[in-house]
């Protein structure tokens, strides 16, 4: 199987932003909300950090 | 952030929150069980078959996943002390990480380039289970809806 990075990034943040709204929040409304800033916050930070590791001679 | 007079944030709910009465123990315990070899059979146990459903899913779809990005699979090797963390987050799915082991699969190949991110999603597929039987867990004790 071949996903990129970011793909498989993705999926990822997709999965376990699903598990975590459900395990932390009790209505529906509340879990679609948490869910979706969990799954925006692994992509944001994961692309923050990224880029802040970009011009680091590794 | 402005409270209303009962404590409550603005757009929270204010009806009481339904618990069901608390099992004993030891049906806890055979529940628990039940989530660590099937994910998501805890919830479906409970009566929360949408949720044990979506559990089931994400934690199989990312071993599934992790197995077929070459990831690897870690036994119990008391000669390598840190691998037993790994092993322990491996474990963590149940049946589907003995079935992977007994079809020998989990092997990891470290020149696949996905390698490292099979080895995280097969780790992280185990720990969400811990998390989710934690959760079957609080239901069971009548202590979260």
């Not at chain 1, 598990?19 to 529906?28: D, G, H, Q, S």
Request: with cysteine.
């Amino acid at each position: 199987m071949t996903l990129s990075h970011f793909e498989a990034l993705a999926v990822f943040a997709l999965l376990v932003a699903t598990v975590f709204a459900l395990i932390t929040k009790n209505t529906p409304r509340e879990q679609f909300r948490y869910g979706v800033f969990v799954f925006v916050s692994f992509l944001f930070v994961a692309l923050a950090v990224g880029w802040i590791m970009y011009p680091l001679p590794l | 952030m402005e409270k209303s007079e009962q404590g409550l944030e603005p757009g929270s709910n204010p009806e009481p929150v339904q618990l069901r009465r608390p099992l004993n123990l030891v049906a806890t315990l055979a529940i628990c069980s039940g989530g660590w070899l099937i994910p998501g059979l805890s919830h479906m146990l409970l009566g929360k078959w949408i949720r044990g459903l979506i559990f089931a899913a994400c934690v199989i779809l990312m071993f599934v996943l992790g197995l077929g990005m070459h990831g690897k699979l870690f036994n119990l090797v008391f000669e390598e002390p840190l691998q037993i963390f790994a092993f322990i987050a491996n474990v963590g799915v149940g049946a589907p990480y003995l079935l992977a082991e007994r079809m020998n699969l989990g092997v990891g190949t470290m020149t696949a380039t996905t390698y490292d991110y099979g080895t995280t999603y097969l780790w992280v597929a185990g720990l969400l289970n811990y998390l989710i039987i934690l959760d079957a867990f609080d239901i069971a004790k009548g202590r979260k809806p």
